[in-house]
């Protein structure tokens, strides 16, 4: 399918393990976003990456970690899962730096 | 500090006319965006400005103003389906985007 997708929809976790969100874009878009969205905050970016192998943090990037081998993909990993990290991801992608951004559907996690 | 502020919430009614407001402070400036967000779905593209002036497209319609850190989004013949939340986000000279917390608009028939 075209376009940006993301896995799971849905993610339920323990505290302290591991988890990775997946995020797939069919554009060839060079610029590539992870956010989260909280109730009554914006949303905030956690890293961002401006082409394969190019990342770098955003606003709040502790506790996450992404690659970015291949044009596509763009994946977050919660390196050991905190209560804090419930939200809702999305990741998002757009053609140049200052163009319109294209998000997922999102991953609600839920860290208990 | 970076900051974008706009109404949490505001009430219309359908085929009226609304104006959701937004003010910004950022570092540099690229631009002004606008995302319409309904509820448990993704943010999608409403607008960008960068000049000062208004955008019309279609219902939906932006204004810029540089000088005074300004914008609004205009929606006009309000339908129910334009309930969701509007997001309003400042770029930055490093093309970062700062987001507002965004406002949710209620459409009464």
């Known amino acids: 399918d075209a376009g940006i997708t993301q896995s799971p929809r849905y993610k339920i976790t323990e505290t302290g393990r591991q988890v990775t969100l997946m995020c797939h874009q069919t554009?060839?878009?060079?610029?590539m976003f992870w956010y989260r969205q909280d109730l009554g905050h914006g949303l905030r970016l956690i890293y961002y990456?401006?082409?394969?192998?190019?990342?770098d943090k955003g606003e709040v990037p502790d506790g996450y970690v992404v690659s970015r081998s291949k044009t596509e993909n763009f994946p977050l990993t919660l390196e050991s899962a905190t209560r804090s990290q419930t939200s809702v991801y999305f990741c998002?992608?757009?053609?140049?730096?200052?163009?319109?951004?294209?998000f997922g559907q999102g991953t609600r996690l839920t860290v208990v | 500090g970076q900051n974008i502020d706009q109404p949490t919430e505001m009430t219309a009614t359908e085929g009226a006319i609304v104006q959701i407001n937004c003010t910004y402070q950022?570092?540099?400036?690229?631009?002004l965006f606008w995302y319409q967000q309904h509820a448990g779905e993704a943010p999608t593209f409403l607008s960008y400005?960068?000049l000062d002036g208004l955008e019309e497209k279609g219902r939906f319609s932006s204004f810029l103003s540089r000088s005074k850190g300004y914008s609004y989004l205009l929606l006009k013949e309000l339908q129910m389906k334009d309930s969701a939340s509007y997001l309003c986000?400042?770029?930055?000279?490093?093309?970062?985007?700062?987001w507002g917390a965004g406002t949710k608009l209620i459409i009464k028939p």
């Open positions: 998002a992608s757009s053609e140049r730096e200052n163009t319109e951004a294209f």
């Open positions: 554009w060839s878009h060079s610029y």
């Open positions: 990456s401006a082409a394969a192998d190019i990342t």
């Open positions: 950022t570092s540099g400036f690229n631009g």
């Open positions: 400005n960068v």
């Open positions: 986000a400042g770029m930055d000279s490093n093309y970062q985007l700062i």
